[in-house]
């Protein structure tokens, strides 16, 4: 199966992809995008390009693994795609994806602004990693 990973922000979203087989998540773009309207219009762009057969949305689970209002939210832009792009929408724990892939981009020695680019899609590799691990266990 192949996959879209989405690490959903206010401003940019970051986008992955990714398959079963060979379970390497690679960054597809950041998406910079100022109503959800433009958002949803390029991520429909994107599912029709890379024809996955469901996306994988970072769920932001708090720290203590409760849920609050950016959950909700991410729950329900999940469910929008899924009813619009007629495609399974999986939630997967966000927790630390943005600092894993920070961690790589400090290492990476690229300066603040070509980090800027793709710390988002970054992110979208790291949630597609997580959830290639937690179906393999």
């Known amino acids: 199966m192949r996959y879209l990973a989405i690490d959903l922000g206010d401003r940019r979203t970051g986008v992955a992809c990714g398959d079963d087989i060979l379970r390497l998540p690679a960054p597809i773009e950041v998406i910079d995008a100022t109503t959800r309207e433009v958002l949803l219009s390029r991520l429909e762009k994107l599912v029709r390009e890379y024809g996955p057969d469901a996306l994988v949305v970072g769920l932001p ?65 790291e949630v597609l990693k997580d959830f290639f691990g937690r179906r393999s266990e």
């Not at 009813?83 to 020695?109: H, K, P, V, W, Y």
């Open 61 to 125: 689970v708090n720290m203590d693994g409760t849920e609050g209002p950016r959950a909700k939210m991410a729950r329900e832009f999940a469910d929008v795609c899924a009813t619009r792009f007629a495609i399974t929408a999986i939630m997967q724990d966000e927790r630390l994806t943005s600092f894993a892939a920070e961690s790589s981009l400090n290492r990476s020695g690229k300066t603040h602004g070509q980090k800027k680019k793709i710390r988002d899609a970054l992110a979208a590799c």
